[in-house]
T-cell receptor, first 109, second 114 residues
């Protein structure tokens, strides 16, 4: 199974970059890495995904190691509204998803 | 507005009383899924559906049933709810494809089984 491991919590100062790591050592060669976030108890929100190249969109950047065993989500200028639980998603096969427990990011003023 | 809706949003019930949580999406998505979320356990997939009349088990299907008679709807059925099914439930949908699968989540249903 493509399960993921993330630190349970991290702190970040407002305006600084937040770097959230994820270990996905069992991911297979054709499986994408996805990141979602959940604010309070709302439905999770998609952030970004990638296969093996680094990706960037208006929300974040995703850096995937060359061996694809880990990745880092980067929020370049964290704001208080980025305080949330961030999930790095693995898939055990194309149709099933494993969210894990995520990382609680606390952005502090 | 593109969205996934769930009803009810909150429900308190008693053990053994059958209930259904509805889920509907207006994005013509093929893929739909149900998750439950419990403290310290993140989201765990209950059931998913690749298309109409096609459903399959996720990681925690015991005690739940689903049906997919129409593309837009994917109800979650608890035939005989028990207290260990007290949880926050999310429905999600996405386009089907080999690489693109941004899932859109509903607002959640908080279920308490007494």
């Amino acid at each position: 199974d493509a399960k993921t491991t993330q630190p349970p919590s991290m702190d970040c100062a407002e305006g600084r970059a937040a770097n959230l790591p994820c270990n996905h050592s069992t991911i297979s060669g054709n499986e994408y890495v996805y990141w979602y976030r959940q604010i309070h108890s709302q439905g999770p929100q998609y952030i970004i995904h990638g296969l093996k190249n680094n990706e960037t969109n208006e929300m974040a950047s995703l850096i995937i190691t060359e061996d694809r065993k880990s990745s880092t989500l980067i929020l370049p200028h964290a704001t208080l509204r980025d305080t949330a639980v961030y999930y790095c998603i693995g898939r055990s096969n194309f149709n099933k998803f494993y969210f894990g427990s995520g990382t609680k990011l606390n952005v502090k003023p | 507005e593109a969205q996934v809706t769930q009803n009810p949003r909150y429900l308190i019930t008693v053990t053994g009383k059958k209930l259904t949580v509805t889920c509907s999406q207006n994005m013509n998505h093929e893929y739909m899924s149900w998750y439950r979320q419990d403290p310290g356990l993140g989201l765990r997939q209950i059931y998913y559906s690749m298309n109409v009349e096609v459903t399959d088990k996720g990681d925690v299907p015991e005690g739940y049933k689903v049906s997919r008679k129409e593309k837009r709807n994917f109800p979650l059925i608890l035939e005989s709810p028990s207290p260990n099914q007290t949880s926050l439930y999310f429905c999600a949908s996405s386009m089907r494809g080999s690489s693109y699968n941004e899932q859109f989540f509903g607002p959640g249903t908080r279920l308490t089984v007494l």
